[in-house]
């Protein structure tokens, strides 16, 4: 019973949700048409970027204000693969999604596996990024043309030395060919950044290969292990490529234990002598002034009995 | 004393203890004596506003700022402790010493010791940024900080001071509940309370006796740290001016002699408000007193020597910089005062058997007892206004100091407040220990012990 | 919020039942969100893609229950501060260091500035300064920045009555406001002129005040008690820089892992004994034994000529 009554009720709001969105929707076109020269205007970037095989794309959109970039926020973008259009189930492109552009001017679109499962066969992509009807901003639309790239990435270790091999492909006319001559970079993952190992400028051999050695003396993970990163960064045609491994190590990072007792411990950590010194001091001089006041009440127990 | 007069008879002997008991007991307060307390409550009645407004706005209402984040209140601290030593000083180790002319001054300076130890405690608590938390002390105290160890030493001290006044106030207490006459009934109450069943007898004295002998013994060692501990809140920083191996006994030096002083100024005004007194505190005693002060203030300067002619042999870069400003900079006028009214013009004075009469010997305690003031204020001040960096990037008025007027008003009310306890432990206790003087002018204890409470 | 409105009203049309909303009402009063108003199925089927950092944060509804929030809707030090007891221990095997390239700083102040701002400080307090230094007359001034050195020998922590001000096992030293007492022993102790302290009730948002205090993010700030740089832990948590060494434009401030041996100033990442022993690094007043956490690589080869902005201003 209650809750049908419930349902009525919640029926009964709907209209009026709707009614309230139309006017919303009405008020916005008006405030569009009445400002149209007074929007600003703003600038989006886009770039493409392929994470362990997880493809994303980063629009930024900033503003130019005093000679400086600004990033824009709360500003809706859609995303659009091959061409502006609705989203086609059976082919999968067309319209693939909003979003909302961060504090940063920020917003990153990363696709699943489904999608990669249902791109396999295609290797150059064509993303567009719009944006419209928004109060503060003039319409933006923006595209990039990617064309697939590909890192494999391979260890050995021997005598203590651990040599980490990568190899860039690109694919042409739908095959992988090996990327000669090509700059990569190795890096190994730490808590605010990559940090770069092998020589200055890495360059793909003929194969398409680079090599680097992990420096023997760097700490690793706490598990025994050394995150690496391999990466291939071609904004234009490729854009960022970075495939990751996990890589057993034997060095761990140093870790220092805050147990000991010093004086800068915590209270219930303090130095033992310290604390014998201390405690026998209170307990001597305390007791002897408990001994005194025995005594005062020794005082008033003679004072009671008779002379 | 030399010329005590011994007594050759027990008639003559009971004759003298009724006249001791005649002259030294409490007294109600004449005009001088009720305007004196009036202005001591005004004081505090202001100081307590102002409190009550530090409370409400923080401690924006004092001159503190982040660069001098301890000020007078802080130095006032420093300068109850100092003074609170004199109770040590003049019951411990003039007993200890077996000093046949102590007896009059004993329970002055045990009075001043505990006042002053009261608000050492009272006043550090009004510096606290959250007095609130203060039980914070006590469920997370950590025996690292000094701080933990000054409060188990101040409240050791206060205890230890506080049943050395008892022990010997004990007699005298009682002799008020047999003896005064005419008092009101809430005043023969507290009496009858306080005296905690005295009745006289000859196994209370020896009780009394075995434990002033065992808190004479016991204070030295608390009150001498009581005072280092103070000093180690400055020299376990390192701070130019506070990083110093000498602080603690430079501290203790300045203590007895500040002490020292606080007692002749109080005899002094005994002296001078009590007919009869100059009987008990007599000329001989002003003079051992400031035969006393010019040791104890030649102590001082030695270790005032150690203090500032070393770093400034040296004037290693950060010290030098401190010391320049009181050597010669914007705290010199008031360093110099200090040494040479606080120190060497009392040590002058005191050299001269005349300048150890009662009037000069007074002008010179007085002296001493601001210039140690003044003192402990160039001791904290300075020190915080010469960081390792510079001072730049902060406000301007955090580049100076001033205490503003609720903050002097609050410490001058600490220091009322020290006196109205002196003012009213005299008003209500014979501040002078009858049976002590009896003794120590040769009344046979026997006598003392059947005597003494008799009715008149 | 029109605009959003509309949005959602057209994609109904699109794909109706097919979005992910998340949901934002539900989360306490001062929190803010970042990003991320409306997300979209990207796939064909019933998987829906979110575009997330992937660090999860558990937060606290008003209704009291838990839910879990990626942390990249949430403003740092709105989320990820841990309660005064827990905020003891440090983030696991983590041991922080900077590295303050001299050479490098030209007193923009920006450092400053975001620090200010993250910590709502204001004008009067500074946590972050940057001195101008003369090694001797002859030797040319240089700015030094100086945050809390955060020594792992920290005299302030030692003086300390409470136990308010503790070193962490990841090496940073922090204050709980709730337990601190306003003794200030150690703004006396620290030779380093770092602590603050709140002379009076500090002026703040009304939606700081609703948070609960925790000593990771400082806020909401306290009365009568002391403060000083905390290195934001809060931002540590979550894996990124400090304020101030991300909003440094010429990249002065290096930050990281002693224990992986790394820093980063936001642009190159290097390691960390490497660069003290290329570039003669060295720390304030060694000879304390206090052992900072801040290392300093001296004013050689600068990339800027000194200039102090006040004394040109006034020529």
Redesign the interface.
């Known amino acids: 019973m209650k809750k049908l009554f419930k349902y009525l009720y919640i029926k009964r709001l709907i209209p009026v949700f709707i009614i309230y969105?139309?006017s919303?929707?009405s008020?916005?076109i008006y405030a569009q048409n009445d400002s149209t020269s007074s929007k600003l205007q703003a600038s989006m970037n886009l770039s493409y970027k392929i994470t362990n095989g997880i493809k994303s794309v980063k629009v930024e959109v900033t503003r130019k204000v005093d000679g400086k970039f600004i990033p824009v926020?709360?500003l809706?973008v859609n995303l659009y693969l091959t061409e502006i259009k609705?989203?086609d189930?059976i082919v999968?492109d067309g319209?693939?999604?909003?979003?909302?552009?961060?504090?940063d001017g920020?917003?990153?679109?990363?696709?699943?596996?489904?999608?990669n499962k249902?791109m396999s066969k295609v290797h150059v992509f064509n993303f567009i990024a719009t944006t419209n009807?928004?109060?503060r901003y003039e319409d933006m639309q923006e595209e990039i043309t990617v064309n697939e790239a590909l890192i494999n990435f391979t260890f050995n270790t021997e005598d203590a030395v651990t040599t980490v091999v990568a190899k860039l492909t690109k694919f042409q006319d739908g095959a992988e060919v090996a990327s000669p001559e090509t700059e990569m970079k190795m890096l190994?993952k730490?808590?605010?950044?990559?940090?770069?190992f092998g020589e200055d400028g890495l360059t793909t051999d003929e194969n398409g290969e680079v090599s680097a050695e992990i420096?023997a003396d760097?700490?690793?993970n706490?598990n025994k292990t050394i995150t690496v990163v391999a990466r291939y960064d071609d904004e234009e045609n490729n854009g960022i490529i970075e495939i990751s491994k996990d890589i057993p190590w034997k060095i761990l990072?140093?870790?220092?234990?805050?147990t000991r007792r010093?004086?800068?411990?915590?209270?219930n950590n303090a130095p033992i002598p310290l604390v014998i010194v201390t405690v026998s001091l209170i307990i001597l001089i305390w007791g002897t002034i408990c001994y005194l006041v025995y005594l005062l009440f020794k005082i008033k127990r003679l004072g009671k009995t008779k002379k | 004393m030399e010329d005590l007069i011994t007594p050759k008879s027990e008639k003559e002997a009971i004759e003298m203890l009724n006249r001791y008991n005649e002259d030294l007991l409490p007294r109600k307060f004449g005009i001088a004596g009720k305007l004196w307390v009036t202005v001591l409550c005004i004081v505090i009645a202001i100081g307590l506003y102002n409190y009550i407004q530090q409370l409400r706005?923080?401690?924006?209402v004092?001159g503190?700022?982040?660069?001098v984040?301890?000020g007078i209140y802080i130095s006032n601290f420093v300068f109850f402790v100092a003074v609170s030593l004199v109770g040590s000083l003049i019951t411990a180790v003039l007993n200890l010493l077996n000093v046949n002319w102590r007896a009059p001054l004993t329970r002055i300076s045990e009075v001043i010791a505990v006042s002053a130890i009261m608000f050492a405690g009272l006043i550090i608590i009004v510096?606290?940024?959250?007095?609130d938390?203060?039980l914070?002390?006590f469920?997370?105290?950590?025996i690292?900080?000094?701080?933990?160890w000054d409060?188990i030493v101040v409240m050791t001290y206060m205890t230890i001071s506080l049943l050395l006044l008892y022990f010997s106030l004990l007699p005298n207490i009682a002799f008020c509940r047999d003896r005064l006459p005419n008092i009101p009934k809430w005043q023969r109450k507290m009496y009858s309370v306080l005296s905690f069943g005295w009745e006289n007898k000859p196994e209370q004295y020896e009780i009394i006796k075995r434990a002033v002998k065992i808190l004479s013994v016991l204070i030295i060692p608390v009150a001498l740290s009581i005072h280092t501990v103070t000093s180690w809140?400055?020299a376990?920083?390192?701070?130019p001016g506070w990083d110093s191996t000498n602080f603690g006994a430079y501290f203790v030096a300045g203590a007895f002699m500040v002490g020292a002083a606080a007692v002749i100024a109080g005899m002094s005004i005994l002296r001078k408000f009590y007919v009869h007194y100059d009987e008990y505190l007599t000329d001989k005693h002003f003079d051992r007193m400031g035969r006393l002060l010019v040791l104890l203030s030649f102590i001082y300067l030695y270790f005032t020597v150690n203090e500032y002619f070393i770093p400034g042999y040296k004037m290693k870069g950060d010290e030098a910089e401190h010391l320049r400003e009181l050597f010669t900079g914007h705290y010199a006028p008031m360093f110099w005062s200090v040494q040479i009214f606080g120190m060497f013009i009392p040590i002058i004075v005191l050299l001269f058997k005349k300048g150890r009469k009662p009037l000069p010997i007074f002008i010179m305690a007085v002296f001493v007892i601001i210039g140690a003031w003044f003192k402990r204020y160039l001791i904290v001040i300075p020190t915080?206004l010469h960081?390792?960096?510079?001072l730049?990037?902060?406000?301007e008025a955090?580049k100076h100091y001033a205490p503003t007027l609720a903050e002097w008003s609050i410490t001058g009310a600490s220091l009322a407040g020290a006196l109205l306890v002196i003012t009213l432990f005299v008003r209500y206790f014979p501040v002078i220990s009858i049976w002590e003087i009896a003794e120590e002018r040769g009344i046979h204890s026997d006598t003392i012990y059947e005597h003494l409470n008799e009715k008149v | 919020m029109?605009?959003?409105?509309?949005?959602?009203?057209k994609?109904e049309g699109?794909?109706s039942g097919r979005r992910d909303f998340l949901k934002f009402g539900f989360l306490a009063a001062g929190l803010t969100v970042?990003?991320?108003?409306?997300?979209?199925?990207?796939?064909?089927?019933k998987?829906s893609?979110k575009?997330e950092s992937g660090n999860k944060v558990k937060v606290l509804t008003t209704d009291g229950k838990l839910v879990e929030v990626d942390s990249?809707h949430l403003k740092a030090h709105e989320c990820c501060g841990a309660s005064p007891t827990d905020s003891?221990e440090?983030i696991?095997?983590?041991?922080y260091v900077m590295v303050i390239d001299l050479s490098r700083c030209k007193n923009a102040l920006k450092c400053q500035k975001a620090c200010q701002k993250h910590h709502l400080l204001p004008?009067?307090?500074?946590w972050l300064?940057?001195?101008?230094?003369q090694d001797s007359p002859e030797a040319s001034p240089y700015w030094m920045p100086?945050p809390c050195l955060h020594c792992d020998?920290?005299?302030c922590?030692?003086?300390?009555?409470?136990?308010?001000t503790?070193?962490?096992?990841d090496g940073l030293v922090l204050i709980d406001n709730e337990?601190?007492?306003?003794?200030?022993?150690c703004?006396?102790?620290c030779?380093?002129?770092t602590?603050?302290?709140?002379?009076?009730?500090p002026q703040q948002p009304a939606n700081i005040l609703e948070m609960s205090y925790s000593p990771e993010t400082s806020v909401p700030r306290k009365?009568?008690?002391?403060e000083k740089c905390d290195f934001c832990p809060d931002m540590l948590k979550q894996?990124?820089?400090p304020h101030c060494v991300s909003a440094c434009p010429n990249g002065v401030y290096y930050?990281?892992?002693a224990?992986?041996?790394?820093?980063?100033n936001?642009d190159?990442?290097?390691?960390f004994k490497q660069l003290l022993r290329d570039k003669a690094g060295y720390r304030y007043?060694e000879g304390?034994g206090t052992e900072p956490s801040v290392y300093y690589l001296p004013a050689a080869n600068r990339l800027f000529p000194f200039e102090d902005a006040e004394e040109v201003k006034e020529k």
């Open positions: 969105l139309v919303l929707f008020i916005n926020e709360n809706i609705k989203y189930p999968g319209w693939m999604g909003n979003l909302v552009t961060n504090e920020l917003a990153t679109f990363k696709f699943t596996d489904n999608f249902l009807e928004d109060l190994i730490r808590t605010f950044g990559m940090l770069p420096p760097l700490p690793g706490a990072p140093k870790v220092n234990p805050l010093t004086l800068w411990s915590r209270g | 706005f923080g401690l924006k004092t503190l700022n982040d660069t984040s301890w510096d606290m940024g959250r007095p938390r203060i914070n002390m469920l997370h105290g950590r690292q900080s000094p701080i933990v409060v809140l400055f376990t920083t390192y701070r915080m960081p390792f960096l510079p730049q990037q902060i406000p955090s | 029109s605009q959003k409105s509309d949005d959602k009203e994609l699109d794909h970042v990003g991320g108003g409306l997300q979209k199925v990207f796939s064909d089927n998987d893609a575009v990249s003891r440090g696991p095997g983590k041991k004008e009067q307090d500074k300064k940057v001195f101008k230094m100086k020998k920290p005299p922590v030692k003086v300390c009555p409470v136990d308010a503790f070193k962490r096992s337990r601190c007492i306003g003794c200030r022993f703004m006396a102790a030779p380093y002129s602590r603050t302290f709140n002379w009076e009730e009365k009568g008690t002391v894996g990124n820089l930050f990281g892992d224990n992986e041996d790394t820093v980063c936001g190159e990442t290097v390691r007043m304390l």
